[in-house]
């Protein structure tokens, strides 16, 4: 072992008085650069006792390494991606984008104190869900509203409402799981109901459900399919028909609809979903959808119903421990006030936007970034398709506008390559060719999106 090496190793204090680790300090953390460089300096002192030649420039090592490690601890872990996968409502890039609208709200209701649970007009306490009850009802024509953390809350608090120590009757077609933690009968048992399974995985009758009604019902549950089709030698029976079953019983009807559109979208391509509007209409007693689905705003589970039924809800105490905070209620109303008017809806809250876009805009943004390629033989515009995602239209894809790339050192390590940048650009794979989907990319990040597939194909 070398002594000497030893004694040469810096001291602590030294190292941190010397101008590069001062500056670093002051640009981060004091306290965690000097952990990090007794920590170096450990190492380098380990190396020497186990015989290890020292470094020549050891000074010059640990500051690489105690910035790489001090200025990670700095950056954001959650932070903004391009999403060029075309999958509108990606769950695991933050689902919706919320409308422009959202960020000064939520800057005023953020930064300053407000009436999220004081009534200005009386000078007595309020209820947070007041401030989106009337604009739902209005777009819904529910007779009540409320707002929960998401629609896996709402379904288990309107079951543990409705139908706790009861039984809640569901077809067999409809035991849903969806993104593997939202099951229907495991949200069952959390609630406290029991789940009493009726007719066959293909056909239920209304006989079916008729035949299980007893004192102990607690309810009728419907569940949309939402991401997935039961197609063929198949039947279902229309909630209209089981409100009137429930009515005669005075049993409530529930339903779970899942991604809760306020808008027909089949002008634009896709299949028939029925609107939240349509279902109250048919008088079902409870309804809930998410918010961050095809409506396009926050996380939410939005709960709309009859006055009795939603009462009975609102006075639930496991609504404290679901309740939404006021950044949600913010950007919810934001989001809500543009559907006022559809057609502005279609424009600005961008889920929409994206959806109901002309094939040519994509194309036009397509080609805007071709342009700016550097080795255009590599990347070509080409038709492909987008998917609604989110667990909504598991059939229904829209027509699209890509960029496909042929990388030269294999589509993974291209992928990998975008995926590194910053902003990190999240594309697709598909038989050794790389796919950035147009229709999910936004106009701000057009040239992000070129310099990325520049900078990745040169190295
Ligand atoms: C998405 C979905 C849920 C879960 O909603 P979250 O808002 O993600 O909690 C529940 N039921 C159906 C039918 C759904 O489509």
Redesign the pocket.
């Known amino acids: 072992m070398d002594k000497s090496a030893l004694r040469n190793l810096p001291k602590v204090d030294d190292v941190m008085n010397h101008s590069a680790f001062k500056a670093l300090a002051q640009r981060t953390s004091k306290a965690m650069v000097l952990s990090e460089v007794k920590k170096g300096i450990q190492t380098q002192r380990e190396r020497i006792l186990k015989g290890e030649p020292p470094l020549e420039d050891i000074l010059g090592f640990l500051y690489q390494e105690v910035e790489k490690i001090t200025m990670q601890a700095m950056s954001y872990a959650l932070r903004p991606v391009i999403n060029a996968t075309g999958i509108i409502i990606h769950?695991n890039l933050g689902r919706s984008v919320l409308v422009e609208e959202a960020g000064e709200v939520l800057d005023s209701v953020n930064f300053q104190y407000s009436n999220l649970e004081f009534d200005l007009d009386t000078g007595k306490r309020g209820l947070r869900y007041s401030h989106v009850e009337d604009i739902l009802m209005r777009l819904t024509g529910a007779e009540g509203a409320l707002v929960v953390?998401?629609?896996?809350?709402?379904?288990m608090l309107i079951l543990s409402t409705v139908a706790r120590d009861q039984e809640v009757l569901v077809s067999r077609g409809e035991l849903?799981e969806?993104?593997g933690s939202?099951r229907v009968p495991e949200v069952m048992a959390m609630s406290g109901a029991t789940l009493v399974e009726v007719g066959t995985t293909n056909k239920t009758h209304l006989k079916d459900y008729a035949r299980e009604i007893n004192p102990k019902t607690g309810a009728i549950l419907k569940?949309?399919?939402?991401?997935y089709r039961v197609m063929g030698f198949t039947q279902s029976v229309p909630v209209e028909e089981l409100v009137a079953l429930g009515e005669t019983h005075d049993i409530p009807v529930i339903e779970?609809?899942?991604?809760g559109t306020l808008l027909d979208l089949t002008p634009y391509g896709l299949s028939r979903e029925p609107t939240v509007q349509e279902q109250v209409a048919k008088g079902v007693d409870l309804i809930?959808?998410?918010?961050?689905?095809l409506l396009g705003g926050p996380?939410?589970?939005i709960i709309v119903g009859t006055r009795r039924y939603i009462d009975r809800v609102k006075s639930n105490q496991l609504l404290r421990a679901l309740r939404v905070d006021k950044m949600t209620i913010a950007a919810l109303e934001a989001t809500l006030r543009q559907y006022i008017d559809m057609e502005k809806a279609k424009k600005k809250v961008p889920t929409l936007r994206m959806i109901t876009m002309p094939l040519e805009e994509i194309k036009a943004r397509a080609l805007r970034i071709h342009e700016k390629i550097l080795l255009g033989d590599r990347v070509a515009v080409v038709e492909d398709t987008s998917q609604i995602g989110?667990?909504?239209y598991p059939l229904d894809t829209l027509p699209t506008w890509a960029l496909e790339v042929t990388p030269l050192k294999g589509a993974q390590s291209f992928a990998d390559g975008l995926r590194g940048l910053q902003p990190p650009i999240i594309a697709r794979i598909r038989e050794d060719k790389v796919y950035l989907d147009c229709r999910t990319i936004f106009d701000q990040d057009i040239d992000a999106v070129a310099r990325g597939i520049n900078h990745v194909l040169e190295v």
């Open positions: 769950t953390n998401n629609n896996a809350a709402a379904v849903v969806i993104g939202f569940v949309h399919t939402s991401n779970d609809l899942g991604s809930s959808f998410s918010g961050d689905k996380q939410a589970g989110g667990g909504t």
